[in-house]
């Protein structure tokens, strides 16, 4: 189990390092909150004990699978979400190798914990706001120039992505997110 630490570890450098190469006022709160300890960065392979019966639900497995099989569950979980946020908490797969998907989990998460997204996940139509605004985050983090067609492409990954509809008030171009994306 160590080296998987250790490679989570290089992993999360990595991509700190890329934040701070590009520079941007999303990258930089990202690592404001990461350096401050704002959230907790965990790996699959050491879930909080809170957040087990949770982690659970999203694989459609019972919580007992965490302790009879820990390494089949985290390999679930992990190729099943990149990356997720609970209550202070931003779970990042091992199975994501490179700086940049690493980076950009890492903005896509913290704006969640920045919006308190957790909070309101009840509708379809909540699950949409929150995730489209984290998906734009991840672009605006990389200083890329956000067009209507990059929007449309952001709107229609999270559709896709999250089992969601695309918002009435978005079609037939979708509008730019409301929300918290840097402090």
């Given at each position: 189990m160590p080296k998987l630490r250790n490679t989570f570890a290089r992993s999360i450098a990595r991509?700190?390092?890329?934040l701070a190469k590009w520079n941007t006022a999303i990258t930089k709160t990202t690592l404001a909150v990461l350096n401050n300890k704002e959230v907790e960065?965990?790996?699959?392979?050491?879930?909080?004990?809170?957040?087990i019966s949770e982690l659970a639900r999203i694989i459609k497995a019972d919580q007992a699978?965490?302790?009879?099989?820990?390494?089949?569950f985290s390999k679930r979980i992990s190729e099943e979400c990149d990356g997720l946020y609970f209550q202070g908490r931003v779970y990042i797969s091992e199975r994501l190798t490179s700086p940049k998907d690493v980076a950009t989990t890492l903005i896509h998460e913290v704006n969640h914990y920045l919006n308190q997204s957790d909070e309101h996940l009840e509708t379809k139509k909540q699950v949409f706001k929150e995730e489209y605004r984290a998906a734009v985050a991840e672009y605006l983090g990389q200083n890329r120039p956000m067009t209507r067609n990059l929007y449309k492409i952001?709107?229609?990954?999270?559709c896709e992505d999250y089992d969601v509809p695309l918002p009435e008030e978005h079609k037939p171009n979708p509008k730019p997110p409301k929300g918290i994306f840097y402090r």
């Open positions: 991509a700190k390092k890329l960065l965990r790996s699959y392979n050491n879930p909080h004990p809170k957040d699978m965490h302790f009879r099989a820990p390494l089949q952001c709107a229609q990954r999270v």
